[in-house]
């Protein structure tokens, strides 16, 4: 086997190797079955010549010849690539000799020469035609889903067009036809490619750009920094170090230290000994959530040793290799700062407050900009912080940090060295075009050259609710209850000059339209009764009629308020589901219960209200942003023009 290989290399018949391919069997498989690496594959590939070509979309159904720049890879013979029509064009009408095949460099930083073998010339191309301009390659999110929206894409067409207008040639490498960033016109050349180091490392070989812009992909493409750095890859923007400083738990908990930063106590273990110490030494309840997954994905937040054996088993099998973190779990309000930076300056365009207190995943948490509840000293620690670290890491571009806050200390929850899903939003209400300037900074510019200095930008006179929505009814199984998975599919924006009125058009605009004067079933857990007590008495004044589980019943009357109560599903008939299914509720309260027989009844009160369209609300903190809306709405609900919300 392996006729004509270098020793270094794997033993595999060529043929077999190019079957598998052809097959489109990944290296990462074979490399599996084989017991090597990906890498000594992809190096046999090359040395056999087994690589792919680049097809054309042919967008006209072969009515007219197609010129839109729309490629995919196939493991076939010819090639439709070519990096720049016109000037090939204009080359073989001239009778000129295509360029002679090089090796090529993978993303100007150098990287493996390929032997002699070099794979052949694919379509009378040896790597990118030589163009005048500089070329660089986005990195899309690929297929939208729970924890990567279209937030992403959004954040991948606004650089496209940064680098255009920088003069660039711009390339994107995505995997999803229902975005804008795959539009025919958006970029110069499209690939619909998986978002895998093969696939990717596979077009940067045929672009040869000058670098690769990975912060705006989601965790999909900071993912692949470091196959993309191992392979010579340069990468646009902040460092490979610096995205796995950032990364690393370990690494990033001894900068925390090395900065004097606070963070809530726990850390990074591989196995359920080191999770259970962890765990018994900063006591419960811990947050715990493997490393490098998408939106918060198993994510929980455990109260014993049993809940947290059960949990380590789940948790290896959704992320094998990565290390599971264990943090302490601190009840404070979520802070969230997006800032760009060049390595010297740090901007921050805008801080946002969540709503909902921690234990609810930022993508499925209301938030406001600017901040409402927070105390200036509290502010300047999240400013303080946040310039410290962006310059430890040496950040160029875009950094998203996460933090909690209790007792008047922040705390980082966690750094991510990419755009988050707030960009967008707050894109809109600063008036910073993060997303331009964040490229111009990854291309060379400086913060000082592109007139921005350190600091939080300045507050205008507009207040912005971001507000999550759900896709229950079309999610069959899963429970609506919020936690520190995310469940969102979207998010929406509320804009006023009052804080109520901004809420009450988020709300409004995410699908809980409620009207005062209706009926509420509250089911609370017996830890939330008191809390809950003054949000009923303000449903009350609002005109709601409460109908009440026998022990939230007895509650409320105990102090006060008057409650129908209302049997559990074991109880028999009329039950809550009943009321439901009737049609005679408009609004339910239900926070969870730990005792597991309760929590059965309300997952079917919960399944019920989605199947049928009412508003359940699983979290007392956004109960109280939907009273403090529905107040606002008696007073009236103003909507201004566009030009006055631009000039505001």
């Known amino acids: 086997g392996g006729v004509g290989a270098p020793e270094s290399l794997p033993a595999i018949p060529p043929c077999l190797l190019e079957q598998a391919k052809r097959r489109r069997l990944p290296d990462r498989y074979l490399a599996d079955i084989t017991g090597t690496t990906e890498e000594a594959i992809r190096q046999l590939r090359r040395h056999l010549g087994i690589h792919p070509v680049y097809k054309m979309v042919d967008t006209c159904a072969a009515e007219f010849?197609?010129?839109?720049?729309?490629?995919?890879?196939?493991?076939?013979?010819?090639?439709?690539?070519?990096?720049?029509?016109?000037?090939?064009?204009?080359?073989?009408?001239?009778?000129?000799?295509?360029?002679?095949?090089?090796?090529?460099?993978?993303?100007?930083?150098?990287?493996?020469?390929?032997?002699?073998?070099?794979?052949?010339?694919?379509?009378?191309?040896?790597?990118?035609?030589?163009?005048?301009?500089?070329?660089?390659?986005?990195?899309?999110?690929?297929?939208i889903r729970i924890g990567q929206g279209i937030e992403f894409d959004y954040c991948s067409v606004h650089s496209v067009w940064a680098l255009r207008e920088a003069g660039y040639e711009s390339v994107i490498i995505n995997n999803n036809p229902e975005t804008v960033s795959t539009d025919f016109d958006t970029s110069d050349r499209l690939y619909f490619e998986p978002l895998t180091p093969e696939d990717v490392l596979a077009v940067i070989e045929r672009e040869q750009p000058e670098g690769v812009i990975l912060q705006f992909g989601g965790q999909t493409a900071i993912n692949l920094a470091g196959p993309l750095h191992r392979a010579g890859v340069k990468i646009l923007g902040s460092s490979f170090d610096s995205i796995d400083l950032a990364e690393d738990r370990n690494r990033f908990e001894r900068l925390l230290s090395d900065l004097n930063i606070p963070k809530p106590p726990g850390r990074a273990v591989t196995s359920v000994p080191a999770a259970l110490e962890v765990a018994r030494a900063i006591g419960f309840p811990v947050l715990v959530r493997p490393s490098y997954v998408l939106g918060g994905r198993a994510m929980e937040i455990l109260y014993s040793e049993e809940e947290l054996l059960s949990y380590m088993t789940y948790a290896v099998e959704v992320s094998p290799k990565a290390p599971i973190l264990v943090d302490k779990y601190v009840l404070g309000k979520e802070v969230e700062v997006d800032l760009i930076a060049d390595g010297t300056d740090c901007l921050i365009p805008g801080i946002m407050e969540h709503i909902e207190r921690a234990g609810v995943h930022s993508g499925d948490s209301m938030a406001v900009y600017p901040p409402q509840s927070l105390e200036p000293a509290v502010l300047d620690q999240v400013v303080r912080y946040a310039i410290d670290l962006s310059r430890a890491l040496q950040v160029k571009g875009l950094m998203n940090i996460q933090y909690v806050v209790e007792n008047g200390q922040a705390y980082i929850l966690e750094v991510n060295p990419r755009a988050s899903r707030t960009i967008p939003y707050l894109s809109k209400i600063t008036g910073v075009p993060m997303v331009k300037v964040a490229t111009q900074v990854m291309l060379g510019k400086t913060l000082r050259e592109l007139g921005y200095t350190t600091g939080v930008?300045?507050?205008?006179?507009?207040?912005?609710?971001?507000?999550?929505?759900?896709?229950?009814?079309?999610?069959?199984?899963?429970?609506?209850?919020?936690?520190?998975?995310?469940?969102?599919?979207?998010?929406?924006?509320?804009?006023?000059?009052?804080?109520?009125?901004?809420?009450?058009?988020?709300?409004?605009?995410?699908?809980?339209?409620?009207?005062?004067?209706?009926?509420?079933?509250?089911?609370?857990?017996?830890?939330?009764?008191?809390?809950?007590?003054?949000?009923?008495?303000?449903?009350?004044?609002?005109?709601?009629?409460?109908?009440?589980?026998?022990?939230?019943?007895?509650?409320?009357?105990?102090?006060?308020?008057?409650?129908?109560?209302?049997?559990?599903?074991?109880?028999?008939?009329?039950?809550?589901v009943d009321l439901v299914r009737d049609g005679k509720v408009d609004l339910i309260l239900n926070t969870l219960s730990r005792n597991k027989q309760t929590e059965l009844d309300a997952a079917q009160t919960r399944r019920a209200s989605v199947e049928l369209g009412i508003p359940c609300l699983t979290s007392l903190d956004t109960a109280k942003a939907l009273l403090l809306a529905l107040r606002s709405h008696r007073e009236g609900v103003q909507c201004l023009t566009i030009d006055e919300y631009v000039a505001a």
Do not use: C
């Open 457 to 576: 930008w300045p507050t205008r006179n507009l207040i912005a609710v971001k507000a999550p929505v759900f896709s229950f009814a079309k999610l069959h199984r899963v429970d609506i209850s919020l936690g520190p998975e995310m469940k969102s599919t979207g998010e929406i924006l509320g804009v006023d000059t009052d804080f109520s009125r901004a809420l009450y058009k988020a709300m409004i605009a995410s699908g809980i339209d409620v009207r005062s004067g209706g009926h509420l079933i509250a089911t609370i857990a017996d830890a939330d009764k008191e809390e809950a007590l003054p949000l009923v008495a303000g449903f009350v004044e609002l005109g709601f009629r409460v109908f009440a589980t026998a022990g939230t019943a007895r509650f409320l009357q105990a102090h006060g308020i008057a409650a129908t109560p209302v049997k559990k599903i074991k109880e028999g008939h009329p039950n809550m």
């Open 65 to 143: 010849e197609a010129e839109t720049p729309y490629f995919y890879s196939a493991m076939e013979q010819e090639s439709e690539w070519i990096a720049n029509r016109e000037l090939r064009i204009a080359d073989l009408t001239e009778g000129a000799t295509p360029p002679a095949s090089s090796p090529p460099s993978l993303g100007g930083g150098g990287g493996a020469v390929p032997s002699a073998s070099s794979p052949p010339n694919l379509g009378g191309v040896g790597g990118a035609t030589p163009t005048p301009r500089k070329k660089a390659i986005v990195i899309g999110s690929g297929p």
